[in-house]
């Protein structure tokens, strides 16, 4: 079996160096989204229309919100992490960028807020691996919606460098939101169509 085949059929037990997963990204197959996390490669299938829906509705929610300096974008985005335990270059769904680390290639360091959408294929790596790595690499805000459940959760780093829940709402639920930026925030809110529909 071929490295290659190897990524495809199993990412998450293809390790690689740097050099090697620049080439991977420079040559994508199909439309999957490839991450480096700690010299490992992982592979995460397109994003859904529900998935989308939600990734929209924040963007169009947070981006009024944000001073000049900051920028709100959607994935796929490498961001470009250092952790302990090597090369990480992850793929947020949704992130608060300092315009300052924009570069051609991504945003080098770890943004102001970071979005995952769960999904029954990402759930696990979200609220794990990718998670901690976040967390690691001093990534202050992470916040997670779960369209399955209705729900999100408000994650802040703590002075131990692991994340801390603050809120979490599900349903039609409402919680105010103060950092990064000041925000109501509800799961149907941000699920809009979306929260009756098959789970991304």
């Known amino acids: 079996m071929t490295g290659m085949q190897l990524l495809t059929d199993r990412a998450d037990a293809y390790r690689v160096g740097r050099a ?3 080439a991977i990204r420079d040559r994508p197959l199909g439309t999957d989204r490839y991450e480096l996390l700690d010299g490992e490669v992982l ?3 397109s994003p859904s229309p529900v998935h989308q829906e939600v990734v929209s509705e924040l963007v169009t929610l947070l981006r ?3 001073p000049p300096h900051w920028s709100v974008l959607s994935g796929p985005l490498d961001v470009e992490l250092r952790t302990a335990d090597g090369d990480t270059v992850l793929q947020p769904d949704l992130l608060i960028a300092h315009r300052g680390r924009l570069t051609a290639k991504g945003h080098d360091g770890p943004p ?3 979005v995952e959408v769960l999904s029954p294929t990402t759930w696990q790596r979200d609220l794990g691996v990718k998670m901690a790595a976040y967390a690691q690499a001093g990534v202050p805000h992470y916040w997670v919606v779960a369209p399955t459940t209705c729900s999100i959760t408000i994650y802040e ?6 994340y ?15 950092a990064p930026v000041e925000v109501v925030l509800s799961p149907t809110g941000l699920l809009g169509p ?3 529909a098959p789970p991304t």
């Open 164 to 178: 801390v829940e603050r809120h979490h709402a599900e349903g039609q639920q409402r919680v105010e939101v103060t």
């Open 64 to 66: 009024p919100l944000t």
């Open 112 to 114: 102001v807020l970071v």
């Open 157 to 162: 780093l703590g002075p131990d460098a692991a």
């Open 20 to 22: 090697e997963f620049e």
């Open 194 to 196: 979306a929260r009756s």
């Open 43 to 45: 592979l995460t299938p």
